[in-house]
């Protein structure tokens, strides 16, 4: 073997040691990572918010029975004359109410109805309006059952306080992935992953929640409290080191 065949061969037993140490650095990164993978924690924040409804839905229905369809009308007339006074006198104005269609039934006699509803941010306005309906009864007036839910109130500024509650949620996760390291003697690295949560609104003083929030029947729960509670549960999953 001459000295060009030598140099060759040297070169070509290099390439391959050179080969064999890059193939296992990449080998040993990739162990790495999923060694990695595989340490991580998955933790819960929660936060709660105590807040007041900022928009009363108040719809007060009316009927009126008879056969002679004019005189009904005549009375249905003098009804709503009757509850817009007992409205005005709750200090609930005009501009915050809403008058329905009236709605005849035609069965073995006519049945005529009408709702006239309230929509105000002024929540306690209603609140103590709501408590004095025995006076429409009292005058005559034959409330109807309502096809919906009746008074309800919400809160409509959900977005102002999201972004708080969200940071909030997430230190506290945080928090607990501290905590469980430290017991663990792991450091909490990177997230791994994270969900936001769904916010919920709740009754006020509502116990009774799951852990991801949410309830059934809450929301319609919700509409008959005046205060009511914001809540929210982030998930995030932190890497453990070493």
């Known amino acids: 073997m001459n000295g060009t065949d030598r140099g060759g061969m040297f070169l070509l037993g290099a390439l391959l040691a050179l080969g064999l140490i890059v193939g296992g650095w990449v080998l ?5 990572a999923t060694r990695l993978g595989d340490r991580y924690v998955t933790v819960k924040g929660l936060v709660e918010r105590k807040v007041k409804s900022d928009l009363a839905i108040w719809p007060i229905s009316y009927k009126e029975a008879g056969d002679d369809l004019a005189s009904l009308y005549a009375k249905t007339e003098a009804d709503k004359k009757t509850v817009l006074q007992f409205l005005s006198e709750q200090g609930i104005q005009s501009s915050e109410i809403e008058l329905g269609v009236v709605r005849v039934v035609d069965t073995h006699r006519y049945i005529v109805e009408q709702q006239i509803a309230v929509r105000t941010g002024r929540v306690e ?66 997230i791994r992953q994270a969900n936001q949560g769904v916010f919920s609104i ?20 919700a509409d008959s409290s005046l205060m009511k509670t914001v809540r929210v549960v982030t998930t995030v999953q932190y890497y453990l080191e070493k």
């Open 28 to 32: 040993g990164a990739e162990i790495k």
């Open 125 to 190: 306005q209603v609140a103590a309006a709501a408590q004095k309906t025995m006076q429409l009864l009292q005058k005559g007036i034959v409330l109807g059952g309502n096809p919906g839910p009746g008074l309800a109130y919400k809160f409509t500024a959900l977005n102002a306080i999201k972004p708080d509650m969200i940071t909030e949620a997430t230190r506290n996760a945080r928090a607990a992935a501290d905590r469980f390291a430290l017991d663990s003697g792991s450091k909490v690295g990177a």
């Open 202 to 221: 709740l009754p006020a003083d509502q116990g009774d929640a799951s852990e991801s929030g949410e309830m059934a029947g809450g929301s319609f729960a």
